[in-house]
């Protein structure tokens, strides 16, 4: 059973934590040796919600590095430990797909970071009720095609498939727009966006800074479609060993002369570039084909035999293009404003103060069937309405029973025995 921690902006007196309660604006989790303190910290509202760190062995406090986008700061929060290695945090006064968001404090990939880093490391991740379809990770030389097919999928399927724009260094070519086909970046802020946890993964490729940024992924996944990341190999092999589950897919060329040809028929590159691409193309070419990383390898030799291939490997060979995957991205319930709450079994009870005897105010937050997390969202959140008077045999339910955890319902508001 999880403890109420509703609202504690006003502080709350606690001695037996050893510091003084009533001076922290902010909620407080004690996960093993370590008290959380989550908001208050700091008054720039551009900063996001701050975390700070009581570490009761060493009776001091930490900053800890903060990975991932930061919630934007709110009039208040509540927060449920989950799992002993993550915080639920519902915000008050925030909207519908803002509402719901974890700091994952001691998980594997939280874990994994503070050992690479060796300090303290949280890490936030949004959460969001659709579940992701399987990325599709598409590589290979520079002017094999992979452009080509991918934009031929865009155009046919333009509901199912959501590009993921990378971030680069490089200058953009004449017909390139920022935000379609990269995010152009500068080296610095790009770097500083890396070291933040900003990235899935990055690399350098032809002398350019390349990068995925989580958001760019988790966008598409956002609105139900299913994200298609063009990308090097050294990319395709971090995403591979990160948390992605995707397909892998390389693209060869029918021989090194007609990657040649199509290079410098496209005449987007200097000849020093085109040099230098082609000496990489070699290095691909030989990782490509023989490193295991790649589910399927196709030669694009005629266009639309290698877009057939490809449309049949992504099991579309006769779909029309109308209809998405895996559905569409499902809305949040909307909470009203002032909250409180409580778990039982892993079900979020959110008791809404609302003036409106009309509106519900009794909310379940299923979290028994979570996937992702940090790096990325932290998708199958199931929050639904309950009426807390409604099929009560003694003519209703007390609040406070619901708040303090003991009765646990149905959807339909029916208590489970
Ligand atoms: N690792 C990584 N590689 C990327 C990313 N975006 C693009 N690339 C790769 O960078 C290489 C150069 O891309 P670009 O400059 O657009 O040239 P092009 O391949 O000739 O079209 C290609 O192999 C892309 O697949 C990214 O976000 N991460
Ligand atoms: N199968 C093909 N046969 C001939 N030319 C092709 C084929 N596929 C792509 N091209 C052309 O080759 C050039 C490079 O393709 P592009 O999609 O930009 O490659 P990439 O994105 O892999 O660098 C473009 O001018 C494109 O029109």
Known sequence: MGEIQADFFEGVGDDSLPFDTQSIDGTITTVGDKIYVIGGGSNDETDGIDVRIFNKSKGKWDVPTTLGTKPAQCKGHSAVLLNNDRILILKKDSTPDDCTWFLEVDTPYVREKKEKMGTEVVAWSKGVKAHAPKPIVISGPSGVGKGTLISKLMKE??????????????????????????????????????????????????????????????????AGKRCVLDIDVQGARSVRTCSLDAIYIFICPPSFEELEKRLRARGTETEEQVQKRLRNAKIELEEGKSSGLFDHILVNCDLEICYQTLKKLLGLDGCTGTTPIDGSSVKNVELPNGHSISEVNQKIFIHCVTADPGKKNLFVLDVSSLKGGAPGRTRGLNMYAIDPFANCLNGGLKETNCLNGGLERDANGIILT
């Open 157 to 222: 399927f333009p509901s199912t498939f959501g590009f993921s724009v990378s971030h680069t260094t490089r200058a953009p070519r004449e017909k390139e727009v920022d935000g379609v086909h990269y995010h152009f970046a500068e080296r610095t802020s790009m770097e500083k966006e890396i070291r933040d946890g900003k990235f899935l993964e990055s690399a350098s490729v032809h002398g350019n800074l390349y990068g995925t940024s989580i958001e760019a992924v988790e966008v598409v996944s956002d």
